[in-house]
């Protein structure tokens, strides 16, 4: 079976392989652990990694190959990982290629998870993360980069500050460097935005969200660009033998898809944080709609983005496509189909008046959830980004009356009048 070269559009919405006559148009699920063989010699070479095919639903499967497929074609690249959420997708993006007393760099506003998982679970490991400003000079971001820095970690769409990122400025710095630049897509999605293009190497996703739509499937994805050259001094696990397999060097053996490789055959393989099955085929569905979805969603947070800067309520708002935002023109030039659903805006009276808006909303749901067809809000200091800092919060942007807003597709007039009378409260 082939897999098809189409539009961004319609690998939404195709199963990704051609159907023979007689195959299911859609890939059916395939809710299975084990796989049968016919010679012992079939599954050794599975095990020595010199054939394609299945050895446990922990390290591959059926389904979830085919979601890993779909979103690696639609992101621009050679190969993709599908995890169990994405938290695992970004912990095994910068496992593949990291160890004890190496460091990362990571852009300061990050979601508040990303950092936490960044500043307290990967140091007790050894690896040091170094938070740079996402304004930060060249010069002022090179200071943190030494001989043991393996990535620079940035959002496409910050959350929930919702600034762009410059991805080509990003990159041009990593590569300078030798060393790779890993975005987190999440919130724009390869429909809004494939950072690939603008010299991203590898690429994240919480596929919970925006991929999914639904919110009954937890998930995450790690895709692989192909483009980066591991071979360059600093990335030996890739390149030296690997005593696990017998002397398999993952850049000979798998080309342009070494990093992807590694990530499977070794992370995967040892800790187990592959997506369910049945996530990946609920995942498979969400995505059939998702150039439509992504398409009302920014044209309906414009709008809501538009009604709350006119609202006396409000003190600020941020959406990278009003035109008063600091990163506009990044979001005119990485954002050119809509920026997403996002908006982050702060109301009069501090937190206590965030809280009582929030509390007053009917249709608009508060949830610890984002990026969902439905509209949900949270207050970002007091639940996801609780366990920062005080000088964390600030290095983010997250104000003590931040309030994010996820736009979902409902009626706009719907969620505007919801809005409006939820302001009344306060």
Not at 32 to 39: F, G, H
Not at 42 to 48: A, S, T, V
Not at 85 to 102: E, F, H, R, Y
Not at 384 to 409: C, F, M, P, W, Y
Request: glycine content about 8%; hydrophobic content about 35%.
């Amino acid at each position: 079976m082939k897999f098809k070269k189409l539009r961004l559009e319609t690998k939404c919405i195709h199963s990704g392989y051609e159907a023979a006559s007689g195959e299911p148009r859609v890939f059916p699920l395939v809710q299975s652990t084990t796989y049968k063989y016919d010679t012992a010699d079939e599954l050794g070479d599975l095990f020595d990694l010199k054939a394609d095919g299945y050895i446990y639903s922990r390290i591959s499967n059926p389904t979830v190959d085919v979601l890993e497929k779909k979103i690696a074609e639609l992101e621009g690249g050679v190969a993709s990982v599908a995890t169990s959420s994405g938290q695992s997708a970004n912990i095994l993006s910068v496992l593949t290629i990291c160890k004890n007393g190496d460091n990362i760099i990571a852009l300061s506003n990050l979601y508040g998870g990303t950092v936490s998982l960044f500043t307290n679970t990967l140091s007790r490991y050894g690896i040091e993360v170094r938070f740079v400003g996402i304004s930060d000079s060249d010069k002022e971001i090179e200071k943190k980069i030494d001989k043991d820095t393996k990535l620079i970690f940035g959002e496409t769409i910050a959350n929930p500050g919702v600034d762009v990122l410059d991805i080509e400025r990003f990159s041009k710095i990593a590569h300078k460097n030798n060393i790779p630049l890993i975005i987190d897509n999440t919130f724009a999605t390869p429909i809004l935005c494939r950072p690939i293009e603008y010299g991203a190497d590898i690429v994240t996703h919480s596929t919970t969200k925006y991929i999914d739509g639904h919110s009954r499937a937890l998930g995450g994805i790690v895709v692989d660009s192909g483009k980066f050259n591991w071979n360059n001094g600093k990335f030996d696990d890739l390149v030296n033998p690997d005593v696990s397999y017998h002397g398999v060097s993952f850049t000979e053996s798998f080309k342009e898809a070494a990093y992807s490789a590694k990530a499977r055959c070794t992370f995967v393989r040892d800790i187990g944080f592959i997506m369910a099955p049945f996530n990946a085929f609920l995942t498979l569905q969400g995505i059939e709609t998702l150039h439509l979805r992504m398409e009302r969603h920014s044209e309906n947070a414009l709008k809501v983005a538009k009604y709350l800067e006119d609202n006396e309520s409000v003190e600020w708002v941020k959406y990278p496509k009003l035109k008063n935002s600091n990163t506009y023109e990044l979001a005119e030039k990485y954002l050119k189909k809509g920026a997403g659903g996002i908006i982050s805006f702060g109301v009069k009276g501090g937190v206590e008046s965030a809280k009582k808006f929030i509390d007053s909303l009917e249709i608009v749901s508060l949830v610890t959830h984002v990026a969902d067809s439905k509209s949900c809000v949270i207050h970002p200091a007091s639940t996801t980004h609780r366990q920062l800092t005080k000088k964390q919060l600030e290095d983010a942007g997250i104000a003590d009356n931040l309030i994010r807003l996820s736009v979902g597709i409902e009626n706009v007039d719907d969620i505007i009048e919801d809005i409006e009378q939820a302001l009344k409260y306060i």
